[in-house]
């Protein structure tokens, strides 16, 4: 990457920032373009030349969030010592520890996915990052006997959509609000993924 590239990225990830916070503290939705430029210094003209639209900030701090994860789990995948189970929860391990560090604005996208246009973007985002790792360690896991599965790729493609569409049940906020149902979920959405892969839910641990 040239430098005027670096600096063109650069700026477009401290856009995104100043964005996410001023989402956070007013709404996505009483957030403006110009509130947006008021707090970067940016002229409109400045803030065109990164993005077509207010959506198309918030679609980037998905896909920031996104690639990071995934830099992240990128060693884990690729370490030769450890099993396909070991692999999966260290993933599940790092989404997590990832989630804790940006708890507002997750929670806020948690929110904003309750729309079936972000929920849609978000979901073209996480198979693009995340369905090839994933199928890459169910591959492993079928070659090594532990996982029971036919077509790897697919599998991982409908278990990412059941991980990731949590905000979309009509009973989220009963999940977030209720220790109790909120873990009947998770051993519930467990037990789902282990028997797609052909294991005992106890040996997973999906939510950390």
Known sequence: MDKAAKKNTSKKNELVEIAEKLFIEKGYEETSVEDILKASGLSKGGFYHYFKSKEEVLVESIHNWAEGLLKDI???????????VEKLNRMMEKKAAAQKQKKEIIQYLFMIMKSDFMFYKYCIIMAQK?????????????????????????????LLRAITSVPQSMFFDEYMEDKTQSLN????????????LGIEAKEIRIFP
């Open 74 to 84: 990128e060693p884990i995948i690729e370490d030769q010592g450890l099993n396909a």
């Open 185 to 196: 979920y998770k051993a519930s959405l467990e037990a789902v993924v282990a028997r797609a």
């Open 130 to 158: 995340y369905v090839g790792p994933f199928a890459r360690i169910i591959e492993q896991g079928t070659k090594e006997g532990i996982f029971n599965v036919a077509f790897p790729r697919e599998t991982a493609d409908i």
